[in-house]
């Protein structure tokens, strides 16, 4: 089993920064995919950043340019650095892991919430 633990989430005033952190511990697959996702009140799910096992990244056309994925794969933990926040990024985010080869394979984190608010 897979186990994703997140922090790192609060309240900010817009135009701040937060950092949050993924550690995954268990039996990681690899290769894998670990990514940060979204939810917002009334609305569904979204990708915000993913970067592979291999260092290939993307991003949602909204975060880009102010929000940056890294990964430590000796700590097996993943980070999005927010710059520059705005309200419409208040969401719960979720870490998320999945094997490269098998979508079905994945594990989600217990989300931490993000509020972007003055």
């Known amino acids: 089993q897979v186990q994703l633990v997140e922090s790192g989430g609060g309240l900010v005033q817009p135009g701040g920064s937060l950092r949050l952190s993924c550690a995954a511990s268990?039996?990681?697959?690899?290769?894998?995919?670990m990514g940060w996702y979204r939810q917002a009140p009334g609305k569904q799910r979204e990708l915000v950043a993913t970067?592979?096992?291999?260092?290939?990244?993307n991003y949602v056309d909204s975060v880009k340019g102010r929000f940056t994925i890294s990964s430590d794969n000796a700590k097996n933990t993943v980070y999005l650095q927010m710059n520059s926040l705005k309200p419409e990024d208040t969401a719960v985010y979720y870490c998320?892991?999945?094997?490269?080869?098998?979508?079905?394979?994945?594990?989600w984190g217990q989300g931490t919430q993000v509020t972007v608010s003055s």
């Open positions: 998320h892991i999945r094997n490269a080869w098998n979508t079905r394979i994945h594990v």
């Open positions: 268990g039996n990681i697959f690899r290769p894998n995919i």
């Open positions: 970067i592979s096992s291999g260092g290939s990244i």
